[in-house]
C-alpha cells in the first residue's frame, strides 16, 4: 500500500490537460501552411475515420458536443410543448439544449454507484408528450442501453446519446453511438480527443445526416464550403435555415492523430486507473469508483473520469474541503457534477426541489474527479496518490 509523504509538488497538475504531440501540431502547421483552413479536407478525413471507429454509417463533424445534440433534437423534430427525459448528472449542455428547442428538460434520477440515468426511472416520467430520452454515458461508463432502446421502442422515443465521455466504450459487443438515433461526442480540452473546441454527430439514417449536414453550415446547398476551391464559385441556395455549426480543417488536424493513439492513451488510462485503485484503497470514508463494467464481456469502460466520492461522516472532512487541500498542494481536481435539478435556471423554471432526485442530490455531494489523461506520467499519478492518503491522515 502506498505511504502519505508530506506533498511537494511544485507545478500545478492541471485537471484534464490534454496530451498533444509533435505530430499534432505538425499536422496544424501543415494546414496552415496549406492555404485552405476552413472546412475542407481534413474535416473529411476526421469524419472518415470516426466514422470507421464507431462502425456508424454517418459521421458529421461540427464545432461542439453542444452543436451536436442541438441538431439531433432538431433533425429529431423535438420543439414545443414535447419533453425530453435525461439525467441531471450531466454538464449543462445536455439540458441547455432541450430548453434551446421549447421542450421540456425532464430528470430522471441515477443510480448511486454509476451515476447513469436508470431506465427504470425514465420510464416513470414518460408522458404522451415525451418525444426523447437523451442518456449521458457518465464518466464512460456505458448506461443501461437494452433497457433504454426497449423502452424507446416500447413507446416510440428518439433516442440521442451524449457521449461526451464515452468515444472509446463498447456496451455488450456495440460500439457506444452505434446504439441509439443519434450520438454526440465532444472533442472539448478535457475529453479523452480534443480538437480544441469540436464535436460529432454520428446516426445511420441517410435523409437525418444529409439535413445536418445542411444545417451545420447554414442550410445552404451541399459542398458550398467548396465554393473558394479549385472547382471555382458555384451558386448556392439556401434550403433550410442552418447554423454555424461546421468544424474547421484547422481543428480536424488536431484531432486527426489523436484519433490514431485513442486506444493507447485508453490503455495509459487505464494504468492510472489502477494505480489509483491500489493506492487509495482502505482510505475511511473515501469510495473508490467501480470498475466492475468492464468484467462484462464485450462492454469497455471509455476511463474518461476517475470519481471518488467523499463520505463526510467517515472521513471528517467534506469532498469541498479535500478539493480546496489538493489545490493548496499543486493538484487540480473536478466536479461531474452538481445535478442540473440543483441549478439555479432549472430550479427555478422548472420547480425542481433538491429531494427530487435523491441519488443524483447524494452523488452531488460527495463526487470529486481525480487527474487522468494520457498525459500524466507515474510520477503524476504518485502525487495524487500520496496527497490524498497525507490528507486523510498521514500513516
Ligand atoms: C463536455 C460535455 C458536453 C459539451 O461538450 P462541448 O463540446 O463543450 O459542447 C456535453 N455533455 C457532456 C456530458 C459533456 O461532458
Redesign the pocket.
Given at each position: 500500500m502506498a505511504r502519505a509523504r508530506e506533498p511537494e509538488r511544485r507545478d500545478f497538475l492541471v485537471f484534464g490537460s490534454p496530451l498533444i504531440t509533435e505530430e499534432d501540431i505538425q499536422e496544424v502547421v501543415d494546414t496552415l501552411r496549406s492555404g485552405w483552413i476552413g472546412t475542407g479536407p481534413r474535416v473529411a478525413r476526421f469524419e472518415e475515420s470516426f466514422r470507421r471507429l464507431i462502425g456508424c454509417q454517418y459521421a458529421i463533424a461540427v464545432?461542439?458536443?453542444?452543436?451536436?445534440?442541438s441538431l439531433a433534437l432538431e433533425i429529431g423534430g423535438v420543439g414545443p410543448g414535447d419533453e425530453v427525459i435525461t439525467t441531471p448528472m450531466?454538464?449543462p449542455?445536455?439540458a441547455n439544449v432541450i430548453v434551446h428547442h421549447g421542450a421540456r428538460p425532464v430528470f430522471a434520477d441515477v443510480d448511486r454507484a454509476t451515476g447513469n440515468i436508470l431506465p427504470g426511472e425514465i420510464e416513470k416520467r414518460i408522458t404522451p408528450r415525451t418525444k426523447a430520452v437523451i442518456p449521458?454515458?457518465?464518466a464512460g461508463r456505458p448506461c443501461q442501453m437494452d433497457e433504454i432502446m426497449a423502452l424507446a421502442e416500447a413507446y416510440g422515443l428518439l433516442v440521442i446519446e451524449?457521449a461526451?465521455?464515452a468515444i472509446e466504450a463498447c456496451y455488450r459487443g456495440h460500439k457506444v453511438g452505434n446504439i441509439g438515433d443519434f450520438a454526440?461526442?465532444?472533442?472539448?480540452p478535457?475529453?479523452s480527443i480534443t480538437t480544441s473546441?469540436?464535436?460529432m454527430l454520428t446516426t445511420n439514417r441517410d435523409e437525418w445526416a444529409e439535413k445536418a449536414r445542411l444545417l451545420r453550415l447554414h442550410g445552404i446547398s451541399s459542398d458550398a464550403w467548396k465554393r473558394y476551391s479549385k472547382a471555382g464559385y458555384t451558386h448556392y441556395e439556401t434550403l433550410l435555415p442552418g447554423y454555424k455549426y461546421n468544424m474547421s480543417d484547422l481543428q480536424a488536424a488536431l484531432g486527426l492523430h489523436q484519433l490514431e493513439r485513442l486506444e493507447r492513451n485508453l490503455r495509459r488510462r487505464e494504468a492510472l486507473w489502477q494505480m489509483y485503485d491500489l493506492g487509495l484503497e482502505g482510505l475511511p470514508g473515501l469510495v473508490l469508483p467501480s470498475g466492475s463494467e468492464s468484467k462484462e464481456p464485450g462492454t469497455v469502460h471509455a476511463r474518461h473520469l476517475y470519481t471518488v466520492m467523499v463520505e463526510p461522516a467517515e472521513a471528517g472532512f467534506t469532498r469541498d474541503d479535500l478539493m480546496q487541500r489538493l489545490k493548496e498542494v499543486n493538484i487540480g481536481t473536478g466536479v461531474?457534477y452538481t445535478a442540473l435539478h440543483l441549478h439555479k435556471f432549472y430550479r427555478e423554471t422548472f420547480g425542481y426541489q433538491p429531494d427530487d432526485f435523491p441519488n443524483a442530490k447524494w452523488i452531488s455531494e460527495r463526487t470529486l474527479s481525480l487527474p487522468l489523461t494520457a498525459k500524466m506520467t507515474d510520477a503524476d499519478g504518485e502525487d495524487v496518490i500520496a496527497a490524498i492518503r497525507w490528507i486523510f491522515g498521514p500513516d
Amino acid at each position: 500500500m502506498a505511504r502519505a509523504r508530506e506533498p511537494e509538488r511544485r507545478d500545478f497538475l492541471v485537471f484534464g490537460s490534454p496530451l498533444i504531440t509533435e505530430e499534432d501540431i505538425q499536422e496544424v502547421v501543415d494546414t496552415l501552411r496549406s492555404g485552405w483552413i476552413g472546412t475542407g479536407p481534413r474535416v473529411a478525413r476526421f469524419e472518415e475515420s470516426f466514422r470507421r471507429l464507431i462502425g456508424c454509417q454517418y459521421a458529421i463533424a461540427v464545432n461542439s458536443c453542444t452543436a451536436a445534440l442541438s441538431l439531433a433534437l432538431e433533425i429529431g423534430g423535438v420543439g414545443p410543448g414535447d419533453e425530453v427525459i435525461t439525467t441531471p448528472m450531466t454538464f449543462p449542455a445536455t439540458a441547455n439544449v432541450i430548453v434551446h428547442h421549447g421542450a421540456r428538460p425532464v430528470f430522471a434520477d441515477v443510480d448511486r454507484a454509476t451515476g447513469n440515468i436508470l431506465p427504470g426511472e425514465i420510464e416513470k416520467r414518460i408522458t404522451p408528450r415525451t418525444k426523447a430520452v437523451i442518456p449521458v454515458h457518465l464518466a464512460g461508463r456505458p448506461c443501461q442501453m437494452d433497457e433504454i432502446m426497449a423502452l424507446a421502442e416500447a413507446y416510440g422515443l428518439l433516442v440521442i446519446e451524449d457521449a461526451a465521455h464515452a468515444i472509446e466504450a463498447c456496451y455488450r459487443g456495440h460500439k457506444v453511438g452505434n446504439i441509439g438515433d443519434f450520438a454526440a461526442f465532444s472533442f472539448y480540452p478535457t475529453k479523452s480527443i480534443t480538437t480544441s473546441e469540436g464535436g460529432m454527430l454520428t446516426t445511420n439514417r441517410d435523409e437525418w445526416a444529409e439535413k445536418a449536414r445542411l444545417l451545420r453550415l447554414h442550410g445552404i446547398s451541399s459542398d458550398a464550403w467548396k465554393r473558394y476551391s479549385k472547382a471555382g464559385y458555384t451558386h448556392y441556395e439556401t434550403l433550410l435555415p442552418g447554423y454555424k455549426y461546421n468544424m474547421s480543417d484547422l481543428q480536424a488536424a488536431l484531432g486527426l492523430h489523436q484519433l490514431e493513439r485513442l486506444e493507447r492513451n485508453l490503455r495509459r488510462r487505464e494504468a492510472l486507473w489502477q494505480m489509483y485503485d491500489l493506492g487509495l484503497e482502505g482510505l475511511p470514508g473515501l469510495v473508490l469508483p467501480s470498475g466492475s463494467e468492464s468484467k462484462e464481456p464485450g462492454t469497455v469502460h471509455a476511463r474518461h473520469l476517475y470519481t471518488v466520492m467523499v463520505e463526510p461522516a467517515e472521513a471528517g472532512f467534506t469532498r469541498d474541503d479535500l478539493m480546496q487541500r489538493l489545490k493548496e498542494v499543486n493538484i487540480g481536481t473536478g466536479v461531474h457534477y452538481t445535478a442540473l435539478h440543483l441549478h439555479k435556471f432549472y430550479r427555478e423554471t422548472f420547480g425542481y426541489q433538491p429531494d427530487d432526485f435523491p441519488n443524483a442530490k447524494w452523488i452531488s455531494e460527495r463526487t470529486l474527479s481525480l487527474p487522468l489523461t494520457a498525459k500524466m506520467t507515474d510520477a503524476d499519478g504518485e502525487d495524487v496518490i500520496a496527497a490524498i492518503r497525507w490528507i486523510f491522515g498521514p500513516d
